[in-house]
């Protein structure tokens, strides 16, 4: 069986399971009626992917599991009858903390499942986390998640939560949040945390509505440390016929704490802005845009506000904004920070680092301003090892008495190159981590400096460091997270590595958190992409200010799956 067909029968699964979720046994719709759901949904998305002006490449999270549905429906419709009929016992697997903690230096916080299959269950990867106080929260992708919900007939969510009482010296993994109550609702994973004290705790994630043909993103908010979670309410919502929804992410002003920002990425192929080509066929349009809430995510804006939206249309068809970061400035500046490909030159692998500012509560945005040019790392959408990654930034702001208010980006570009005649671009371009500050709130930038410290070319052995995380402390410290493959001359196996600076991002101590490296792990979890090891990780820093440190949270395959492990330091 292909890669693809498998990977759109994983998809499928996921989906019928949310068009048959949270209904009582007695009033549970059939098998045919759940797969008549479906057929309707499949069919809108083939409607988009008709489109010539579609593309794959540009999709990101979610809406690349999506697009695959598309794809020999006919011949996954009989299988999906099939397994959409199995009711096995699904069971947790022994978690895997004691042999990572012993081997490998990391101790998991989430717990793979077994028993309903043993092709999926056992991913747990692409994490966001909160600390306020003495609670810490984290979040991520989670399939043992998504198949347990979809088994017991309840909400499906593919997310997953573990939570610590003392600052992330012990977590439970504690499984999803309560799912939505409408059988046609889904929490599709993609997450985002944040927290307002040490018991407010907030999830955002993708959100899917296949009754009501929409994509968009939702929140819920725990009363008690992140222990327990209301089902989620709509904070976004657009025509699946024509939007996909990607890429959350929600933010929070401490100085303020009913102030909420989400942002994400639409996109669009209604043609209401981008209009139609000469064939009379949407042109993508790909935006960066915001929500806000002033009364603690109760309510949120009636329109977005568009941060940045370009359209990809025969003169640019490599243009799209993706992966946006909000961070929150001391004075309630909101900072978004995201990556721009196929501009200038309008080549794919013509890609930059923007950020963008909003002094009146994200109502609007000035101009973007350019921070660095960034190089494809890889082929420009995949790593050796076939390892999906991108260039990425993330963003933090200073919090220290000598550099509040300071704005920290990190991103990952290819500063090393090599031909390579199966790349897609011709190259392969090695990963390195770099880093950037403003003083002045974004109007001027210092000059990018590498933050993994190991030596390359020449002599040298080249090597990918990827998928950084950011964050700054209490006491003005900057932590920066990230997968590493120095260890292996051969540029396969991966380590976790993390970079503090106690002088303002001048200098950088590199220091490795796991003990033994571990291999990529992509391609044996059938509700996840053939090449997804997650998108992006987090740093989390107290939200309350009461404790300095960094919690760095990352998923780990030393035992075998992708399992999530922490690092305080």
Excluded at 48 to 57: A, H, I, K, S
Excluded at 317 to 336: D, H, M, R, S
Aim: a negative charge; one cysteine or more.
């Amino acid at each position: 069986m292909s890669q693809r067909i498998t990977q759109a029968i994983a998809i499928a699964v996921v989906l019928v399971g949310a068009i048959a979720i949270d209904l009582p046994a007695s009033h549970a719709q059939s098998i045919e009626d759940r797969i008549a759901g479906l057929d309707s949904s499949i069919a809108n998305l083939q409607t988009l992917e008709q489109n010539p002006n579609f593309r794959r490449d540009r999709l990101f999270g979610v809406a690349r599991n999506l697009a695959a549905l598309s794809d020999r429906w006919a011949e996954l419709r009989p299988r999906l009858v099939q397994i959409a009929s199995a009711s096995p016992i699904v069971t947790d697997a022994t978690a895997p903390d004691a042999a990572l903690a012993v081997v490998f230096g990391a101790g998991a916080i989430s717990n793979p499942t077994l028993g309903a299959s043993r092709f999926t269950g056992f991913t747990q990867s692409e994490t966001a986390s909160a600390w306020c106080g003495s609670n810490v929260l984290i979040g991520f992708n989670d399939t043992g998640s998504e198949i347990k919900t979809l088994i017991a007939n309840t909400g499906v969510s593919a997310l997953g939560l573990s939570t610590s009482a003392n600052k992330g010296a012990i977590f439970s993994y504690d499984g999803t949040p309560t799912p939505t109550g409408s059988f046609s609702q889904a929490i599709m994973g993609n997450p985002s945390i944040a927290c307002a004290d040490a018991e407010k705790f907030y999830y955002a994630s993708i959100w899917s509505d296949t009754l009501n043909n929409a994509s968009g993103v939702a929140i819920a908010q725990s009363s008690d440390g992140g222990k327990s979670f209301p089902p989620p309410a709509l904070a976004v919502s657009k025509s699946s016929l024509t939007h996909l929804i990607v890429r959350d992410w929600l933010a929070i002003d401490h100085a303020n704490p009913s102030l909420l920002y989400i942002s994400y990425v639409d996109i669009d192929y209604s043609g209401e802005i981008c209009g139609n080509d000469q064939f009379g066929q949407a042109i993508p349009r790909y935006a960066i845009e915001v929500v806000a809430s002033n009364n603690g995510g109760a309510n949120w804006s009636a329109q977005p506000t568009v941060v940045e939206q370009v359209c990809a249309d025969a003169n640019h068809p490599n243009l799209a904004v993706t992966a946006p970061q909000i961070a929150i400035g001391p004075e309630a500046q909101v900072y978004i920070a995201y990556e721009a490909m196929g501009e200038n030159s309008g080549a794919l692998t013509d890609r930059e680092v923007r950020i963008a500012k909003s002094v009146d509560g994200a109502a609007s945005f000035a101009a973007p301003v350019t921070v660095a040019p960034v190089d494809p790392l890889g082929d420009g959408a995949d790593l050796q090892g076939f390892v999906r990654s991108g260039e990425y930034p993330g963003i933090a702001i200073g919090k220290g008495k000598t550099n509040t208010g300071f704005i920290y980006l990190t991103w990952a570009t290819a500063a090393f190159s090599v031909p390579d005649s199966l790349s897609t671009t011709g190259l392969y371009g090695f990963g390195d981590i770099m880093f950037v500050q403003s003083q002045d709130g974004g109007a001027s930038w210092s000059a990018p400096l590498r933050i993994n410290n190991d030596p390359e070319g020449g002599a040298n052995p080249l090597s990918d460091q990827f998928a950084p995380a950011i964050g700054s402390d209490k006491k003005g410290r900057i932590g920066i997270c990230f997968y590493d493959r120095r260890r292996d001359p051969n540029n396969f196996l991966i380590d976790r590595y993390c970079a503090t600076s106690i002088n303002n991002g001048k200098s950088w101590r590199n220091t490795k958190i796991t003990r033994t490296n571990f291999a990529s792990l992509v391609g044996q979890d059938l509700l996840v992409a053939p090449d997804y090891m997650g998108e992006y990780d987090s740093i989390a820093t107290d939200g309350t200010g009461q404790s300095a440190g960094f919690i760095d949270s990352y998923s780990i395959n030393a035992a075998g799956n992708p399992n999530i492990a922490t690092n305080h330091f």
